[in-house]
């Protein structure tokens, strides 16, 4: 898109926090300042889209400062960044976190589309990646290339799971492909990691009907599926979360093997201070 967009009226989301397992309620409207920004706002303070605001990146990418924080904001992020969705204020106005809802993006961009959204006058920044680099960290490995498109091609491995070691999917970015693609993914978990996730104050909301739910090789409740290959696209809708913080966009390959939230912010970082590897 040449232009950024922004919502013709305010619309509304409640549920329970995955996390918290509270209930939250929250408000996406148009700002009233033309401008850029996407900012979280509770208790009347601003939590503004920034990687200096990023205060947890376990299970979720949670935002705070002095004041306040929000939890679980990368399903949501994922829908503004990929509708090219700017100039949004986000109100928190029950809870401390983004409703699960079905544990994926697809009700947010449902109900977005419902609202309407406008053109606005701001236009997106594009990078252009130059070269071609390889990012580790841990079990993650972020390789990036030239290319005339932005597209990303995940995949994951881990000892727990064959099936999902089978799962690989290339997405080539643009929001009508988000959209049919990649927004209905729900997250997912191993059986086997739920008493940790619950014993840490994690998971709390998390059910059969938000979360798909698998054993070595047996995914418990796949009724609850819309893809067959959808954790690794859901693996997908989180990097476009949190890259989002980026405040751009690009042109280039984008080779992801065990995204999780910490690597795809220490990437992210490494991307930033690697200016030297692409050009606008």
Do not use: W
Not at 22 to 27: H, T, V, Y
Not at 81 to 107: C, Q, W
Not at 123 to 140: E, L
Not at 145 to 162: D, L
């Amino acid at each position: 898109m040449n232009h950024f967009q922004t919502l013709k009226k305010p619309v509304y989301f409640e549920g329970i926090g995955i996390h918290t397992g509270k209930f939250s309620k929250i408000k996406i409207s148009p700002s009233d300042i033309s401008n850029d920004d996407i900012n979280f706002i509770i208790n009347n303070k601003k939590i503004s889209l920034s990687f200096e605001n990023i205060v947890d990146t376990k299970l979720c990418t949670t935002l705070g400062n002095d004041f306040v924080k929000v939890s679980t904001v990368e399903h949501l992020l994922s829908v503004l960044f990929s509708l090219f969705i700017t100039n949004v204020d986000i109100y928190i106005i029950k809870g401390n976190e983004i409703p699960a809802l079905d544990g994926s993006s697809k009700i947010f961009i449902e109900e977005i589309c419902k609202a309407g959204l406008k053109k606005t006058a701001l236009k997106p920044k594009i990078i252009n990646i130059k070269n071609t680099f390889i990012f580790k960290i841990n079990n993650s490995i972020y390789k990036i290339s030239p290319s005339n498109k932005f597209e990303i091609i995940c995949s994951i491995k881990t000892e727990k799971s064959n099936y999902l070691n089978k799962q690989k999917y290339k997405f080539v970015f643009s929001p009508s492909n988000y959209i049919r693609e990649i927004a209905a993914a729900k997250t997912f978990c191993f059986l086997q990691d739920i008493k940790e996730i619950l014993s840490s104050g994690k998971g709390l909301g998390g059910n059969l009907e938000n979360v798909i739910i698998i054993n070595g090789d047996e995914v418990l409740n796949p009724e609850i599926m819309t893809y067959k290959n959808e954790c690794v696209r859901h693996k997908i809708l989180d990097f476009l979360g949190d890259i989002s913080f980026m405040r751009v966009y690009f042109k280039g390959k984008f080779e992801l093997i065990n995204p999780n939230h910490y690597a795809n912010f220490k990437f992210c970082e490494y991307l930033l201070k690697e200016e030297v590897v692409y050009g606008g």
